[in-house]
């Protein structure tokens, strides 16, 4: 036998010896040494049975209900503008693009642009109203008003287009009013800044 302690087994070599000498000794003296027989152990005897295993369970894997994924931000986004584009066609049917667009606390820009996109129709507008333009009519009494200024702008020698700005009317309005008061309002000169006289 090898140990790893070998200056102890040096060291009980002696006594080891002395009781191998005196086993020899009793034995050469006519000593017998006896082996006892086990006391109260009896070993469980082995039985063997014809009895199959009982067979095992099936196998049923159990169905896990994942929890859903949170949605993407683009996911989030389509939503809310389905659900605008949604709430913009059942409002469609009763209202006009621009009572939509104020029930909704949005822009027109916006209201048109679901429409072109989710084909969303709206209610025809009494009056007005994109893609259904009425012409506004003509206000004689203002007319009135504005050619009187207009011939008073006329003495001071302003030009037609410092006349439209003062007024806050455009070209074709203004051509309108002094071709039916018969006014004659003439064209600046080319380099000049007032009305030729």
């Not at 200056?7 to 002395?18: T, Y």
């Not at 859903?68 to 389509?78: G, M």
């Not at 025809?124 to 506004?136: D, I, Q, Y």
């Not at 009519?137 to 302003?158: N, Q, S, T």
């Amino acid at each position: 036998m090898i140990s790893n302690h070998l200056s102890l087994v040096d060291a009980l070599r002696p006594a080891s010896d002395e009781l191998a000498a005196q086993v020899e000794q009793y034995l050469a003296d006519g000593g017998k040494i006896e082996v006892a027989e086990p006391i109260g152990y009896k070993p469980k005897p082995i039985t063997y049975s014809n009895q199959m295993p009982p067979a095992p369970k099936p196998f049923v894997r159990r169905k896990v209900e994942a929890s859903p994924l949170p949605l993407d931000k683009t996911d989030i986004r389509t939503q809310e503008r389905l659900k605008l584009a949604e709430q913009i066609r059942q409002l469609g049917v009763t209202h006009t693009q621009t009572e939509v667009a104020a029930a909704l606390s949005v822009s027109r820009r916006l209201i048109y642009n679901y429409a072109a996109r989710y084909d969303i129709t709206f209610k025809a507008p009494t009056r007005g109203g994109a893609r259904n333009l009425v012409r506004k009519e003509v206000d004689e009494a203002r007319d009135a008003k504005l050619a009187e200024r207009i011939k008073a702008f006329l003495e001071l020698g302003i030009t037609r287009r410092q006349c439209c700005g003062k007024l806050a009317i455009g070209n074709k309005a203004f051509e309108r009013i002094i071709t039916t008061h018969g006014i004659d309002y003439p064209k600046a000169r080319r380099g000049s800044t007032s009305c030729v006289a």
